[in-house]
């Protein structure tokens, strides 16, 4: 294909990819000249006749394989948010031929020997911080991948990844067909109560848009504990929503199920491979945590007090449903947990759910909270640009300016849930920056925010409005980002580091000024009374253990399927594996299911979470020390934004973020404050 849109830089405002002259079949030949170029480059590296330097190895690694980082990042984008039965099929194509040309490159001996001359005379190159850094990180690397095992080894090394990258394509494949299949059709208007009419309205033209015409479709999240639970006041139909949610994958035929469990047998052997005990030791190496002691540590620290909560809070929405009911042998199932945790709340705090989203309307929370909350901390300022085109009609895109009116980048914004998007909410770069290649980040936040009706607004609950801040906090990691190297940009942090920011940009949208601001009624533009506010917040605290529960028992699934050695994994049931793993961690409670179960656990199994869903909680450790000192002293606000930007944001990998956050805080992190938000001490 002579003309292919990924062939040249983007000459689009900071190289955002043409997306209205992309089409499906440009991406296969994109990738393969991407590929064959690269690899061309690499043997130019390795058959050159100088001496290995920084010029001419490392530099000139960061500077390769331009074509295929443009097609990458637009397709892997677009296989998640806007899938199609050919995109699925290049996917499935190209997923064991990427991860071959990853082997090739981090196992070509003659490119590690380079690296590795220069790693061992690091000290002897004049080299500054960032550049002894980046030396450090590609010899890591390498090593990590295997280029010190003998040719068998690497051989096997190779059929392992390949293997593995069909099986994660195939898991997320699967999960969004699943998800969507599992969609719950309603006959009755009677099976809708409880539902706001604006829900009704929207689940009649989800059904109408399914092909079920005079029913009513409530499609899936791919959480377990579906949202909608809390207003169906039909107890059948809220336990037929969660047996959809929680049976998804574990069919007859094996499916995810099947998958989960060779997924992690074909880790364990590739962490034996490389020298490891088992997956969860090889991935924590790298990470800020270590040592598996130290996650271990951590996760047993807040288990007892996590499931006391728990227990507390079953036992009082155990009494309200009987009470209610007038059974006194009445059970709290899954099904019945946020169904009346909701009538708790409204009854103890005055709050009702329903009465709380007409104060969220999307735009005014995107305008008025999650940007003018970024322009009050870092002074940058938004204008949106309908002149550019993003990958699908429902994206929009928005150019971002610094203080001293530069551009920053582009920020894209894909908001609602459609059945070509995998669920859940991400952040992802299509460009990221770098000095070294003159680039400037474009990013999207991807939301699975339930469309509404056409001509009428989007409502958002609370926990949209903290999904809305969070994954934009990931934005503002890459969109503030200050590296030389491609290799550090944004987000290009360990794991266990990069919810850190996200979760600690979550912290605006509770903070009167800004809440005052965006928290205004669809209708009549009032602001949300400051008494509902104050009870809002108050109820928001209710339900923590439920949350801190739900969430460890996800993060301890994860760490028993990556703890597993060796051949331990053959044969095994997921099913039976899953809950005796819940059971041995002390979190099997059955009304609290996992937030997420084995065969829709997308972050471990199609996601790059495998033995690190714990980081959620270890960079919250990091985050509640931080709200904790944006309270503290008598710096202004934007004094204080400006130190987190300059410290932390902008840094990306190029520090060792652990060293960064006790340059920053001045000591390191301390638990307390997280177990104090969490409701985790006496």
Known sequence: MASNPFFERSALPYELPPFAEIEDEHYLPAFERGMAEQLAEIAAITGAAEAPSFTNTVEALERSGAVLRRVARAFFNVASSDSSARIREIEAEISPRWAAHEDAINLDGALFERVEALYERRGELGLDAEQVRLVEQYRLQFVRAGARLDAGEQARLRELNAELAVAATEFKQNNLADTNAATLILDSEAEVAGLASGAVTAAAENARTLGHEGAWALSLQNVSNQPVLAQLADRSVRERMMTASLERGFDAAGGNARLAVRMAELRAERAALLGYPDHAAYTVEDQTARTVTAVEEMLAQLVPPAVANAEREAAELTAVLRAATGDPDAELRSWDWQFWSEKVRAEQFSVDAEELRPYFELERVLRDGVFFAAGEVYGITFEERPDLTGYHPEVRVFEVFDRD??????????????????????????????????????????????????????????????????????????????????????????????????????????????????????????????????????????????????????????????????GAAAGLDAAEFEAEALRRAGVALAAIPPRYRTAYFSHIFAGGYAAGYYSYIWSEVLDADTVRWFDEGDATLREKGDAFRRELLSRGGSVDPLAAFEAFRGRPPRIEPLLIRRGLTV
């Not at 859940?424 to 990013?443: C, D, F, H, I, M």
């Not at 809305?468 to 890459?478: P, Q, T, Y």
């Not at 965006?518 to 605290?541: D, F, I, K, W």
Request: glycine letters at 8%; proline letters at 7%; aromatic letters at 12%.
């Open 405 to 566: 009116g530069s551009g920053l980048g582009l920020f894209l914004g894909d908001f609602f849930a459609r059945p070509s998007k995998r669920g859940g909410a991400w952040n992802r770069s299509l460009v990221t920056q770098s000095e070294l290649l003159g680039t400037k980040p474009v990013v999207v936040n991807n939301l699975n925010i339930v469309k509404p009706p056409k001509a009428e607004p989007a409502l958002l609950t609370w926990e949209n409005v903290r999904t809305l801040f969070h994954e934009f906090g990931h934005a503002l990691h890459c969109l503030f980002s200050r590296v030389r190297y491609p290799f550090f940009s944004g987000t290009a942090v360990p794991r266990d580091f990069v919810e850190f920011p996200s979760q600690v940009n979550e912290m605006w949208m509770a903070r009167p000024e800004i809440l005052a601001n965006y928290a205004r009624h669809v209708e009549t533009g009032a602001p949300m009374p400051a008494a509902l506010a104050e009870r809002m917040l108050a109820a928001g605290r209710f339900g923590e253990g439920f949350r801190t529960v739900e969430y460890l028992a996800a993060a301890l699934l994860d760490w028993a399927w990556h703890r597993l050695p060796a």
